[in-house]
């Protein structure tokens, strides 16, 4: 069930709080009419999306790492439009990261480049829009020129003044760390150093599988910031520990929200309160998990998972149903409830949702809306509250 201790701990925390708890309570009495797909459209909204550079001479493989990290062939058919002479912006509508690919390193004028770039990132700093903001930069050398430039170094060190640097040695194709020492010695700006092959290379006696890239995840994931780790979760392709880790971020944020609510004096009649939280939560880990998050599938399955339809769907409705499957919770709905027990039930019915979609892939069937509900009310069912 996850790390109930540190709900609790949260839960001390977010109840010494009076203003955040009366914003909860505040969002939750509204929440009476309750609009599902408002709710799902503004968690998913929440998660944003993360913003990467990248730089690196032309051909060490920036285009070919994009495409082979992230969902969507970013590098390849995403939309770019030019921000600055340098650099590039380029998304892809439901794809939760922008890259900011950049050019121009190799004409010997990189001290302008990097300056420019710097103006950039210190621009979106300042400019009171977060979702703007560059979150980090993978700096590519390629492995196989085992050469590093005095320019390569001096541009690392100046970006890294602006924003967390990593150095990504690419088209690795051998074991010998000589050339990785000497980047990591003399790039000591970097925040780290990874070998990776984000493509097959084939050689005459055999073909080399691609490795690295699960690495660089993991140390990304660490080094951006908290407001970009589940939307980085949720773009990437290569690593399911972090999915793990961001989707655990998630059900412990709602099991805190949920705690806040359930500490109030407020009774807790027919779950209408925590209904926003819960809904919420399942909408973020569909997204993190990489499923379908279009508004009309996200109703589809809560509101089948809960056994409510049509004329009765409301998301208190949805909720209650929810929550009664989980044995040992059906009797709390129209009584009252505690911040622990809000917490407990909201992690409970995270991580049975979490399991659910886990089962579903690695059954192979489809993950559509109906499996998954299935699935789900499955979960709930055999989901334990201690
Ligand atoms: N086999 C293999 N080939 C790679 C790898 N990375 C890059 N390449 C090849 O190297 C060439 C250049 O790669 P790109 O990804 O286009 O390089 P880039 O840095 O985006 O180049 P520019 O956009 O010109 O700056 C392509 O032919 C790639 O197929 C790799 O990991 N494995
Ligand atoms: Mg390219």
């Not at 509101?303 to 209650?320: K, Q």
Request: net charge neutral; charged share 20%; hydrophobic share 45%.
């Amino acid at each position: 069930m996850g790390n109930i201790l540190d709900i609790i701990r949260n839960v001390k925390d977010v109840t010494k709080t009076g203003g955040a708890i009366g914003n909860l309570t505040e969002a939750a009495k509204n929440a009476k009419g309750l609009n599902i797909k408002q709710i799902i459209d503004d968690a998913i909204e929440k998660i944003g999306h993360a913003n990467i550079l990248i730089a690196g001479k032309t051909g060490v493989g920036k285009s070919t790492l994009i495409n082979a990290v992230f969902k969507g062939n970013l590098a390849e058919t995403g939309v770019g439009y030019s921000v600055t002479q340098h650099m590039k912006e380029y998304s892809k509508s439901g794809e939760p990261v922008h890259i900011f690919d950049t050019k121009g390193f190799e004409l010997g004028n990189y001290k302008e480049v990097v300056k420019e770039l710097k103006g950039e990132i210190e621009r979106r700093k300042n400019s009171g829009d977060a979702s703007t903001h560059i979150h980090l930069a993978w700096f590519c050398i390629s492995n196989d020129g085992k050469r590093l430039e005095h320019a390569e170094s001096e541009f690392i060190e100046e970006l890294s003044k602006e924003v967390p640097v990593v150095v990504v040695l690419t088209k690795t194709v051998d074991t010998n760390m000589e050339f990785y020492n000497i980047v990591k010695n003399e790039c000591r700006a970097a925040t780290n150093v990874i070998r990776v092959l984000a493509q097959a290379y084939e050689t005459p006696i055999g073909t080399i599988p691609p490795f690295g890239l699960e690495e660089l995840i993991d140390h990304t994931y660490e080094i951006v910031p908290d407001v970009a780790k589940a939307a980085l979760a949720a773009a990437q392709k290569v690593n399911d520990k972090i999915t793990k880790r961001a989707v655990d971020k998630v059900i412990a944020t709602a099991a805190t929200a949920a705690a806040a609510i359930g500490a109030t004096p407020v009774p807790f009649s027919d779950a209408v309160l925590l209904a926003p939280v819960q809904i919420g939560m399942i909408a973020s880990i569909s997204k993190v998990m990489k499923i379908d998050t279009d508004k009309t599938f996200i109703t589809t399955l809560v509101s089948s998972a809960a056994g409510v339809l049509g004329a009765t769907m409301t998301g208190r409705a949805v909720a209650r149903g929810l929550i009664k499957l989980i044995p040992e919770a059906g009797t709390i709905v129209g009584g009252t409830i505690s911040a622990v027990t809000a917490s407990i039930v909201t992690s409970g019915m995270g991580y049975a949702y979490y399991n659910a979609v886990k089962l579903v892939m690695a059954s192979g069937q489809d993950l559509s809306a109906q499996n998954l509900a299935d699935a789900f009310r499955e979960q709930l069912k055999k989901t334990k509250l201690k």
